[in-house]
């Protein structure tokens, strides 16, 4: 089945930097992929989403990048805020199948 | 609208109990899925729904665990019986359509089973 893996685990920015998670996955025949945001206590809420027929997404502050040939995607995230700390989760899929997703980049916006 | 309604939110049993979790989701979504979020980790899908039809439930437990959605609208996800590595929140989304379109999270139930 997809294996989606994220990195880092972990990260700590400057409030006003910018922020850079990347996620890999290992089916090539996926071909739609989300972001979730997950507050402390609260279920995953969807960011920004990248099918494979396009290369960026963008959305104000946040903004996705797709390289299907290397099998990865990242998050950008412009100009953090203390709210943009949560923990962040990538998911992918294919078709009608089910998501897998990856175990989660904590950020954490140090004011 | 109203999101993704779930209860209750925080269940605490002993092992070998038995356990119930509801979800309403968002009016007019045709689409019930039910994931089991271990500490740590990512939501993991255990079952799919298609209005009140099955659609995936390939990494169900089924020996301990079942689920329905009678009528197409509410769902009951039940553990019985709960064994310690159960413990996790339980989160119901739903989605217009199936699996590529935007699911909406309900907040959980958080399982600790002792």
């Known amino acids: 089945g997809e294996n989606v893996e994220q990195h880092p685990s972990t990260l700590s920015v400057q409030e006003g930097d910018s922020a850079v998670i990347k996620c890999t996955y290992s089916d090539s025949a996926s071909n739609y992929f989300p972001w979730y945001k997950q507050e402390l206590g609260k279920g995953p809420q969807l960011i920004i989403d990248?099918?494979?027929?396009?290369g960026e997404k963008k959305d104000q502050r946040i903004a996705v990048t797709l390289n299907k040939t290397a099998k990865h995607f990242s998050l950008h995230i412009t100009e953090t805020q203390p709210e943009d700390s949560a923990v962040y989760f990538c998911?992918?899929?294919?078709?009608?199948?089910?998501?897998?997703f990856g175990k989660g980049n904590q950020v954490v916006v140090i004011p | 609208e109203a999101g993704v309604a779930q209860s209750p939110r925080y269940k605490i049993i002993e092992k070998r109990q038995s356990v119930a979790f509801w979800c309403n989701p968002i009016s007019g979504h045709a689409t019930l899925y039910w994931y089991q979020q271990i500490l740590g980790q990512g939501p993991k899908l255990l079952i799919q729904f298609q209005n009140n039809g099955v659609v995936d439930d390939s990494q169900l437990p089924k020996d301990r665990f079942s689920a329905e959605r009678l009528k197409g609208v509410d769902s009951t996800l039940k553990i019985q019986p709960a064994k310690l590595e159960d413990s996790a929140v339980y989160l119901c989304?739903?989605?217009?359509?199936?699996?590529?379109?935007?699911?909406?999270f309900g907040p959980g139930t958080r399982l600790t089973v002792l």
């Open positions: 998911a992918s899929g294919e078709g009608n199948n089910r998501l897998a």
């Open positions: 990248i099918r494979s027929n396009v």
């Open positions: 989304a739903s989605s217009r359509r199936q699996a590529q379109n935007e699911q909406f």
